[in-house]
């Protein structure tokens, strides 16, 4: 079992920057490529981006290439970041890590899912 606990959404004028953080802990983090995902309100979870196990290799959803950035830390912290740039209102939704076996877009690939932490986007 994975425990996925997400930090740092909130509230934050459009233009702004963001950084959430992903800790997981129970098994070895180095076994699982971990993704972000969001859901709006009244929409489907979308992928945001993903990166593989050893952080050699990331992919984006296309409205999050070359605003948003996702690393992680392999080392003690076991975590997983992304930064949000230049935040827009349609940015607005719930975000949440996932644990699986493969970086992937799709979310059938990931067996362990964070509760997710509130971006709020003003203009």
């Known amino acids: 079992q994975v425990k996925l606990v997400e930090s740092g959404g909130g509230l934050v004028q459009a233009g702004n920057s963001l950084t959430l953080t992903c800790a997981a802990s129970?098994?070895?983090?180095?076994?699982?490529?971990m993704g972000w995902f969001r859901q709006a309100p009244g929409k489907e979870r979308e992928f945001v981006a993903a990166?593989?196990?050893?952080?050699?290799?990331?992919?984006y959803a296309d409205f999050a290439k070359g605003r948003f950035l996702i690393w992680r830390d392999n080392n003690a912290k076991n975590t997983v970041h992304l930064k949000m740039n230049d935040l827009e209102t349609d940015d607005t939704a719930v975000y949440s890590c996932?644990?699986?076996?493969?970086?992937?877009?799709?979310?059938?690939?990931?067996?362990?899912w964070g509760q997710g932490t509130q971006v709020t986007v003003s203009s």
């Open positions: 990166i593989s196990q050893m952080g050699a290799s990331t992919i």
């Open positions: 996932a644990a699986g076996s493969i970086r992937s877009a799709l979310s059938t690939y990931y067996d362990y």
């Open positions: 129970g098994r070895t983090f180095t076994d699982y490529a």
